[in-house]
Each structure stands twice: as structure tokens, then as C-alpha cells.
């Protein structure tokens, strides 16, 4: 459907994008994820021609867009986009804003655009809001309303870049529940995204982009569980935990305890999931170690396995051969720990003590 062939885009001195060659099937849903400023919406955007790469190819259906008798206008029509900031027109009502682009690019009827922008809207769950304005929808509700008025030109591929990050994090589910409509109804679509697990369940395959390309281009369970390539197991190991310094016993818990609930919510874990999670850190923390060892340094990672489900709570200090087991056995934040824990592990090597609880 799309074929690209040595794409490349710099801006001014600045080299994006270098060479990158792919293809793009009917069907495929391809989520684009990289470290922030990789090149992810320049790319996406090359491909919709709002940035006009440097070098290279794009054909669209065998017909190469970049060439200067494109009819760009037309080709740009087979791809809608939407974007982080729904670009909705605050003087015109919702159905006003999807019926726009029917009526002047594909000359609909009046009444055949708007009956079709009611569909659309119905579909992604706003029939009611068909008149109010811009102003009087959430942000979830504008994003949904976009994609609306993106389906609304009939696109054979919706290009998505970051559609939630924008959002504020209770709206962030109702936005990406429409997506997975999309996606089940067959749409080709690529996504640029940093809602991984989302990405992992919805992709049929994978660009993690590095070093100015498509650094590994794989499907879901490969890119998230089994990565070939060094950068990509170093981004998704980044991605997949988060590290905190606990400085002896008057470090900061609750600020601790909000970075669990951002790290885990972002995984999509429940409320009561993160409570025992962030239970476990304070009982391990501040009920046991930080008790016996008020200035103690600690590491504490707490890494998501999205394979396995499972969350692990490490926490590392220097010290004496120190067993968890046996010497917090019999007391309350031990029995916390355990009643939550489906291993529990203490390691000592070089004078470091590691401390695992397996959740
Ligand atoms: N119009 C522009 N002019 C100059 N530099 C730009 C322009 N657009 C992007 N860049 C630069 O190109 C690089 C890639 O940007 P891009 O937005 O594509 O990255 P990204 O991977 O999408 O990042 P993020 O995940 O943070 O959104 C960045 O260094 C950015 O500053």
C-alpha cells in the first residue's frame, strides 16, 4: 500500500531521518515507538508530505508522491491525521467541523455530509454533541471528535500522532477505546505513541526508531519481550521500570508513592494493583529497613514485566549479609509483605545486599 524507499529528512544542519526504506500492507497497524525526539512525528509527517523530506521515495498505490506532477491533494486524502492537539475550529459546531473537509474536498451534498458526520460522531461515541461547540467538550470528547472528522474523508490509512499525550490522564482510556474500534474494523493505521501497553496490544507490528531510521522493526511480543538489537533492549528495559534514591529514613514517601502510581497507572494496572504495590514499598522501606538501618542508601527499582504481569520491588544497599526472612520474621510489616509477594528473595554480593519481592 505504501512503500518507502531511502527516506530522508533533515532540518537545516540537523539530520532526522537517514535512508529509511520500508513497506506499509493494507491492514497493518504499526505503532511507532523511540526516546523523545527520534524522529517519530517527522517521520509520520513525511509520510503525509507536511514536512517534505529531503531524499527518497514515498508511492502510495504505485504512485510515487513525491514526484512534481503528484496530485497531492488527492493522495493526501487516502491518508487522514490526527493529531495531539485536535485542531478543531472554535467558531464552528462539532458537525460543522466534521462536515468541512466532505463538502469542499470530496463535494458532498449538504445533507449526504452531514448524515454521514452524525454516523461518524455516533461512532465514536459523540451523536449527542453533534451542535455544541468546541469549547463545551472534554478533551477526550475533541479528540474523539477529530477522529471523527478524520474518518469522515473516508481515508484508506489514519495516521495517528500521539493522540493522547495531550490529554489529561482520566481521558487519556476513552480516546484509545475508540482507536481499538478502529483497529478492530480492519483500518490501516500507524500510531506514533508512548502508551506502550496500548501499542503492544493493538499493534500488528512494531517500529522502535534509533539512529535515525527504523532501528528494529518487528511485532509486539518481539519488540516488548524479546528485542533483538541493544538500543531497543535498553529503551524497553528504560520504559518497563523506574528508579528511586531513598536517602536514610527521612526521604520523601509520598513523593515515592506518587512515582509508583504515574509508572503503574501509565502500565494500566488498577487502583488496588498500584495500593498493594506502593503497601509493599513502605512496608519494605519505611516498616522494616529504614527501622533497622535509619541512613541507609537505597535503590529502589521497581520494574513491570508486561509479559509475565508480574511487578518486582528491589531494593539495594551496601552493607552486612543482611536476610529479610529471618531478620524481620514474625513482625506485621513482614506479614504485609508476604500476604502480597509470590517470591521473596535476598542476595548479598560484593557488600551489596539486593532485596527482591516478586508481586
Ligand atoms: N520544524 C522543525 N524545525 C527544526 N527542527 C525540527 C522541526 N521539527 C522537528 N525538529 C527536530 O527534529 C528532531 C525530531 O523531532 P520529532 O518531533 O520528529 O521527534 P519525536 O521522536 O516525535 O519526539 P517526541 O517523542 O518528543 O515527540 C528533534 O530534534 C526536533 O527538535
Do not use: W
Request: glycine share 6%; hydrophobic share 40%.
Amino acid at each position: 500500500m505504501i512503500q518507502i524507499n531511502n527516506l530522508s529528512k533533515s532540518f537545516g544542519d540537523l539530520r532526522v531521518l537517514e535512508n529509511i526504506s520500508t513497506e506499509i500492507k493494507k491492514g497493518e497497524v504499526i505503532s511507532i515507538i523511540g526516546p523523545s525526539g527520534c524522529g517519530k512525528s517527522t517521520f509520520m509527517r513525511c509520510i503525509n508530505l507536511m514536512e517534505k523530506p529531503t531524499a527518497g521515495e514515498i508511492t502510495i498505490d504505485g504512485q510515487n508522491i513525491l514526484a512534481k506532477k503528484a496530485d497531492v491533494c488527492r493522495l493526501r486524502q487516502k491518508m487522514g491525521m490526527v493529531f495531539q492537539s485536535f485542531n478543531l475550529f472554535s467558531h464552528l459546531m462539532i458537525i460543522e467541523n466534521i462536515m468541512l473537509a466532505p463538502l469542499s474536498l470530496l463535494k458532498l451534498p449538504r445533507q449526504q455530509a452531514y448524515e454521514e458526520g452524525l454516523r461518524f460522531l455516533e461512532m465514536v461515541g459523540l451523536g449527542a454533541k453533534a451542535m455544541a461547540f468546541p469549547d463545551e467538550l472534554s478533551g477526550g470528547q475533541k479528540q474523539r471528535a477529530a477522529i471523527a472528522r478524520t474518518l469522515a474523508m473516508k481515508p484508506e490509512i489514519v495516521l495517528l500522532d500521539e493522540p493522547t499525550s495531550a490529554l489529561d490522564p482520566t481521558m487519556v482510556s476513552e480516546v484509545l477505546a475508540v482507536i481499538r474500534k478502529l483497529v478492530a474494523s480492519g483500518m490501516t493505521m500507524m500510531i506514533v505513541t508512548h502508551e506502550m501497553k496500548f501499542a503492544r496490544d493493538v499493534s500488528s507490528r512494531v517500529f522502535y526508531m534509533d539512529d535515525k531510521g527504523i532501528y528494529e522493526d518487528g511485532t509486539p511480543t518481539q519488540i516488548f519481550d524479546a528485542p533483538q538489537k541493544p538500543k531497543t533492549r535498553a529503551f524497553i528495559k528504560k520504559i518497563s521500570s523506574f528508579a528511586y534514591d531513598v536517602q536514610g529514613k527521612s526521604f520523601d514517601l509520598y513523593e515515592l508513592q506518587a512515582r509508583v502510581e504515574g509508572f503503574l497507572t501509565k502500565q494500566m494496572f488498577t487502583e488496588r494493583r498500584i495500593m498493594n504495590v506502593q503497601l509493599v514499598c513502605e512496608e519494605l522501606l519505611s516498616g522494616i529497613l529504614l527501622r533497622t538501618f535509619p541512613d541507609a542508601q537505597i535503590a529502589l527499582t521497581v520494574e513491570y514485566s508486561d509479559a509475565s504481569g508480574e511487578v518486582t520491588v528491589q531494593a539495594e544497599f551496601e552493607g552486612e549479609v543482611y536476610d529479610l526472612k529471618s531478620a524481620a520474621s514474625g513482625e506485621l510489616p513482614l506479614a504485609i509483605i508476604e500476604k502480597y509477594a509470590k517470591e521473596l528473595s535476598s542476595t548479598h554480593r560484593e557488600g551489596k545486599n539486593t532485596l527482591l519481592v516478586v508481586l
